[in-house]
């Protein structure tokens, strides 16, 4: 996987998450957790560390994703990082923490801590279960590692895993996860040209049409290695595809086409060949 450099004016975050970042990684160093950065911080880090591209939409939330395989060592962690480093509880999500009452830092424990439905649930008050279908298996297919000012080193979620976990994210609460679908609408415009070398060298058979429109090949491309990801779990492939299905066979019905339309300013129809183009590279490989 790639090794990447960036500063924090490139992330977009300011120098003083230093200090953030450093108690993080003592409590993951203490109990020997693995994580990988995952969310809109993640997303900034290809698109504007990366790749010099302003997304369109901002968050003052920071997601890790933290390998754990039980539940005594997430609390443990907690525990840890509330009484030792500065952190305090928030009451009313038991998997957010708050950085001296500034930042917010969601720890999503995946792994042996998950159900066989990718769900963990928790035992005190507020939001006390929540959905990490796809973690797992993004973190098993590879994670590109970042050095952050010199300083922090850590895994990052891949760009088709940022999509998955959003598709995951609005299926399960669409009621008010519209801006992942504007998210993956942004990622899906700029992707051919932030991943333009791995589409020339490894997907050229998609360039035999010589009219083919380029964010149509890169939805493919996009599909393709999401399904890298998805095909090593039944459920998630089925869950993915079945939220594609739904969103693509019916076009006036399609939920995600219409949200797209808010950012991409086109029609329904024009949204829905996208994820037509996103389907059949994910379920093609």
């Known amino acids: 996987m790639h090794f990447y450099k960036i500063s924090y004016e490139q992330l977009r975050q300011q120098p003083e998450i230093t200090e953030m970042l450093s108690a993080l990684e003592r409590g993951f160093e203490k109990l020997g957790i693995d994580f990988y950065l995952v969310g809109a911080v993640a997303r900034d880090v290809w698109m504007h560390g990366i790749n010099h591209i302003t997304p369109r939409r901002t968050t003052g939330d920071i997601d890790f994703a933290v390998l754990i395989n039980d539940k005594g060592t997430y609390e443990t962690l907690k525990d840890y990082l509330t009484t030792v480093e500065s952190f305090q509880t928030h009451t009313g999500n038991d998997f957010v923490l708050l950085w001296k009452d500034k930042v917010q830092v969601d720890l ?38 970042l050095e952050l000012g010199g300083k922090h080193l850590f895994k990052f979620c891949t760009l088709p895993g940022i999509v998955l976990l959003k598709m995951i994210a609005y299926d399960d609460r669409p009621e008010v996860r519209r801006d992942d679908i504007k998210d993956i609408s942004d990622i899906l415009n700029y992707f051919f040209d932030m991943y333009d070398d791995e589409i020339w060298e490894n997907h050229n058979d998609l360039f035999e049409d010589e009219n083919a429109d380029l964010k149509h090949i890169a939805a493919r491309v996009m599909g393709r290695e999401m399904s890298k990801i998805a095909k090593r779990n039944e459920k998630l492939f089925d869950r993915i595809k079945g939220i594609l299905d739904a969103n693509t066979t019916d076009v006036a019905g ?32």
């Open 108 to 145: 999503l424990p995946f792994g042996a801590i998950e159900n066989e439905d990718g769900k963990v649930i928790a035992s005190n008050w507020g939001l006390t279960n929540i959905n990490l279908q796809g973690f797992t298996e993004i973190y098993e297919a590879g994670l590109p590692q």
């Open 254 to 285: 399609s939920k995600i086409a219409g949200i797209m339309v808010e950012y991409f300013e086109n029609t329904v129809e024009d949204n829905v060949i996208l994820l037509e183009q996103l389907k059949r590279g994910f379920t093609e490989v």
